[in-house]
């Protein structure tokens, strides 16, 4: 008998493929933290201390900013799979 004369109805398969992709977080999103370097002049004055705390929460805001840019990219990139 010939295939092409079989009266039976071709079997249909669906195929699903995943692929997994690995995607990096752009390097300005991971940088480390720039962390002050301590005032020198000795000794330190009351100003000194003020002026180097004021530059450190600085710098924590900007490193928690990175932060949270990269976590709404991960959410992103989560969500558009």
């Known amino acids: 008998m010939l295939c092409a004369c079989s009266s039976k109805p071709p079997i249909v398969r669906t195929v699903i493929k995943k692929e997994i992709q690995t995607v990096l977080a752009p390097e300005e ?3 480390q ?3 002050p370097p ?3 002049s000795l ?3 009351n100003a000194d201390l003020l002026s180097y705390g004021i530059e450190l929460v600085s710098e924590l805001e900007k490193c928690n900013a990175d932060w949270q840019r990269l976590k709404n990219w991960r959410e992103s990139k989560t969500n558009a799979q």
Do not use: T
Request: proline fraction near 17%; charge should be positive.
């Open 33 to 35: 933290c720039r962390i």
């Open 43 to 45: 000794p330190f004055s």
């Open 29 to 31: 999103m991971i940088s």
């Open 38 to 40: 301590v005032p020198v």
